[in-house]
């Protein structure tokens, strides 16, 4: 049989022209319409919509579908959501009482004139009413991270503590029997509060006694089963060990105000080289120096006025004779009395007036000055107080010779020097004061 070879031939030569037309059609009129897909958004009018937009439509309506799809762990999401809201909260409540806790606050209750001096002189606090003889007078201040309350007055007994009473400090008063009999009233109700365990903490600014004797107040310390926690203590005790016992300056006298010196103050001539007003005792040191002061004929160049009997309370017209009598002088003599330090040093401080200390060690209990090296008055040495110390008044015509050779200029010189010291002092001690409360009561 012979194969068919034409009809073969035919067959194909038709297949691929079928092709060849098929492949000119993809080619030609596909891509024409694939152009003008293309270039269609440049003839759009306004009301079109973008290529993008139509992306972020499908993207939009992609989202709400998922958002509107079930989610089998939503509970579980909940209440993980609700448990850090509930941690963030309690975080907050907890920062809240942190702030709370750090304004920690302590009341003071003075029964003793250093409770002035220490509220209005050192911590620089106000009292209400203002009229000094009010039965009750409080003040409130913020002290680094404390929060302090002061009363004082006649008013104020033991009983009016408040019961919630956490952080107390006592200003009292151990000179004699009569006011240590007082102070152990304070104490033995402190005491009650401290046993019924809301009261946690008490410290002590004691007026101790001038020739140290203060073995009446040892027994309440903690170190001898008692409930103080710390003692700030006036005058040179051997006591003082600067872990609960600290060294406390005596300050001013009752009323004494806090002195703002203007320029004119501190820069005008004084009519006095040096001043003495003042109590003068049979037998003291006192009597040496009027004696001095009238052999050397140097009383005409100082302000004296001398009195044999002293007296507890001044009235308004002897303490502004005081007062100009400091402002007027360059230098105040400060002769001991029972003991070495007195209220006349640091008034005069006040004054700019140059205190001319007596630096002897007074019979009693006080410092040893063979023990230590700064005894007596070792709290303004350590301070390095800007003081003329002597030993024997004899030094004074010396003093006052030297004087009268200063310029104005000079003495003006010193004048800044001692206020600025003043300052200072007073500075160092309110912050002494603050870090001790907080470091042993907090």
């Not at 963030?88 to 942190?98: S, T």
């Not at 002088?329 to 700019?352: F, M, Q």
């Not at 050779?405 to 004061?433: C, D, G, H, P, Y």
Request: with cysteine.
């Amino acid at each position: 049989m012979r194969f068919p070879w034409k009809r073969a031939a035919a067959t194909l030569l038709f297949l691929y022209c079928l092709f060849s037309i098929y492949a000119a059609y993809i080619v030609f009129f596909q891509r024409q319409r694939g152009a003008g897909r293309l270039s269609a958004p440049r003839q759009r009018g306004p009301g079109s919509t973008r290529p993008w937009q139509k992306i972020d439509e499908q993207r939009d309506f992609q989202q709400a579908g998922q958002a509107s799809e079930w989610n089998p762990w939503e509970e579980d999401e909940k209440m993980e959501n609700a448990l850090q809201h509930k941690a963030q909260l309690q975080g907050f409540q907890k920062q809240i009482l942190q702030n709370r806790s750090r304004q920690k606050k302590v009341q003071i209750w003075g029964k003793a004139a250093i409770g002035l001096y220490l509220w209005q002189h050192i911590l620089g606090g106000q009292l209400t009413p203002s009229d000094v003889t009010a039965h009750w007078r409080e003040g409130e201040l913020k002290a680094g991270n404390l929060h302090l309350r002061f009363c004082t007055g006649p008013a104020v007994v033991p009983g009016r503590i408040p019961l919630d009473t956490e952080n107390l400090v006592l200003v009292l008063n151990g000179r004699e029997g009569g006011k240590i009999k007082f102070a152990t009233q304070w104490l033995h109700y402190a005491q009650t509060l401290f046993q019924t365990h809301k009261l946690q903490h008490v410290a002590v600014v004691l007026l101790g006694n001038e020739e140290c004797d203060n073995n009446w107040i040892e027994p309440y310390l903690k170190k001898h089963g008692g409930f103080i926690d710390l003692i700030f203590l006036v005058y040179d005790s051997r006591w003082v060990n600067e872990e609960d016992v600290y060294q406390w300056p005596l300050g001013v006298a009752t009323n004494f105000p806090v002195v703002d010196l203007n320029n004119l103050m501190l820069h005008s001539s004084r009519p006095y080289l040096c001043n003495f007003l003042g109590t003068v005792y049979k037998g003291s040191s006192r009597e040496i120096l009027l004696d001095v002061l009238k052999r050397e004929r140097l009383s005409t160049m100082c302000l004296i006025s001398v009195r044999e009997q002293w007296l507890p309370q001044e009235t308004s017209e002897s303490l502004k004779k005081y007062q100009d009598a400091l402002l007027q002088s360059d230098l105040t003599l400060c002769p001991v009395g029972i003991n070495t330090e007195c209220y006349r040093i640091y008034e005069a401080c006040s004054y700019g007036s140059v205190p001319v200390v007596e630096d002897v060690m007074t019979p009693g209990q006080c410092g040893n000055s063979s023990a230590f090296q700064n005894a007596p008055l070792r709290l303004l040495k350590l301070m390095e107080a800007p003081f003329i110390f002597v030993k024997d008044w004899k030094e004074l015509p010396a003093i006052l010779e030297k004087e009268k050779a200063m310029s104005l200029q000079e003495k003006n010189q010193r004048r800044r020097v001692v206020i600025e010291w003043f300052k200072q002092f007073r500075t160092q001690l309110r912050q002494k004061f603050i870090d001790i409360l907080e470091s042993r009561f907090f």
